[in-house]
C-alpha cells in the first residue's frame, strides 16, 4: 500500500458493510481500510477516500 506518507509492505485491508434491516448489504455503503500495525488507519476508501500523509513514530 503506498499514501503519500510511504509505503507500507504490512498493511492489512478490511472491508466493512453496512446492513439493512434484512440483514443485507447496503448498496454504496461498503467501506474498506488499510491498517499498519504500529501506525494505524493509512487509506480509507468508500464514501470518500482518505489516504495518510505523515506520521511519526515515538518509541517508549
Same mark, same amino acid.
Given at each position: 500500500?503506498?499514501?503519500?506518507? $510511504?509505503?507500507?509492505? /504490512?498493511?492489512? !485491508?478490511?472491508?466493512?458493510? !453496512?446492513? /439493512?434491516?434484512? =440483514?443485507?448489504?447496503? @448498496? @454504496? !455503503?461498503? #467501506?474498506? &481500510?488499510?491498517?499498519?500495525? $504500529?501506525? =494505524?488507519?493509512? #487509506?480509507? %476508501? $468508500? %464514501?470518500?477516500? %482518505? @489516504?495518510?500523509?505523515? &506520521?511519526?513514530?515515538?518509541?517508549?
Amino acid at each position: 500500500m503506498t499514501t503519500p506518507a $510511504g509505503t507500507f509492505t /504490512n498493511a492489512i !485491508k478490511v472491508q466493512r458493510d !453496512k446492513l /439493512n434491516k434484512s =440483514g443485507e448489504v447496503k @448498496e @454504496e !455503503k461498503q #467501506r474498506l &481500510y488499510w491498517l499498519v500495525p $504500529g501506525v =494505524g488507519k493509512v #487509506r480509507e %476508501e $468508500g %464514501e470518500r477516500t %482518505e @489516504e495518510l500523509v505523515s &506520521y511519526d513514530v515515538k518509541k517508549p
